[in-house]
């Protein structure tokens, strides 16, 4: 009953962090460019997780490694540019919804290739899921002012990679400790950011005042946004199900959209409301046991 009553803390939480790093992606965007700030966010994350968890290295098993570093890139390190490049020519709240596409992607990824077990409520809740995010879609096309969207197939990419990480985590690293797995992933995945920061020329602009400002943010979305929320997602998987821990990206764009109407002054129109209402639902019958 407590691991029935903690998964639903755990992905309350990490759909308002969710929620709120679009925001702080298009903050830092005002003094990096994409590139740098995918790479920052890994390298904040990735000092946070070595301060807390790098004695958990040596527990990670050699035959492990290879499934940490599959995780890591398909979970972080390629989502992190992709989600970096798309909002830099697509509205926040609109890829908040596209990653919505992430159940919808574990469970087809589950069900070809890893022989994911899957309940009829479990489809029933994505298909509502799924509906809900359309509705939002619908309703805030229109507003729009955005007009590249074909950015919006990174996310869409992004979202299948996050199918396959959540997957391989259930099925291959249950065992290990979530602080080991996501210890585990940022070993791997220092070098390679710190060497494409580098190669973009970031350290020849670290002293423009607009650099340092946006450095505040990203520091935010490292730590607390990908170092802190990979902890209690891997939990999640843990305790529940591969479909059901993805139903997290369904409650991203409710609280983009809530978090635009308390403090951006935007309107929530009835329609935004009710399918906010229809994910929920959606959520409540992919982890209803």
């Known amino acids: 009953m407590e691991s029935n009553s903690t998964k639903w803390y755990l992905l309350g939480f990490l759909g308002c962090v969710w929620g709120s790093s679009f925001i702080l ?48 890139l398909f979970g972080t390190f390629v989502p992190a540019f992709l989600f970096a490049v798309a909002l830099s020519k ?3 709240s609109v890829s908040a919804i596209l ?100 190669c973009t020329g970031f350290f020849e602009i670290v002293h423009q005042e607009k650099v340092q400002n946006a450095l505040g943010y990203i520091a935010v979305l490292g730590i607390i946004g990908t170092g802190l929320s990979n902890i209690l997602f891997f939990k999640l998987i843990q305790l529940s199900s591969p479909v059901f821990a993805s139903s997290v990206t369904y409650i991203i764009p409710v609280v983009a959209i809530f978090l635009g109407f308390l403090f951006m002054n935007e309107t929530l129109t009835l329609v935004q409301a009710l399918g906010a209402f229809i994910v929920l639902v959606g959520v409540y019958f992919s982890g209803k046991k």
């Open 25 to 72: 992606m298009q903050l830092g965007l005002q003094g990096v460019n994409a590139i740098q700030l995918g790479s920052l966010r890994i390298l904040f994350a990735a000092c946070f997780l070595f301060l807390v968890g790098g004695k958990q290295i040596a527990k990670i098993p050699m035959y492990k490694w290879k499934y940490i570093a599959l995780t890591s």
């Open 90 to 92: 697509i509205d926040g």
């Open 99 to 198: 990653n919505s596409l992430t159940p919808l992607n574990t469970l087809l990824v589950g069900l070809f290739f890893f022989g994911l077990d899957v309940q009829r409520r479990q489809i029933f809740g994505v298909i509502i899921g799924f509906v809900g995010c359309a509705l939002l879609v619908l309703s805030g096309s229109g507003a729009s002012t955005t007009e590249n969207y074909y950015y919006a197939i990174l996310i869409v990419l992004a979202s299948i990679f996050y199918g396959i990480n959540v997957n391989l985590i259930k099925k291959y690293l249950s065992d290990l400790k979530p602080l080991t797995i996501s210890t585990g992933n940022f070993v791997v995945m220092f070098i390679p950011a710190l060497i494409v920061l580098y």
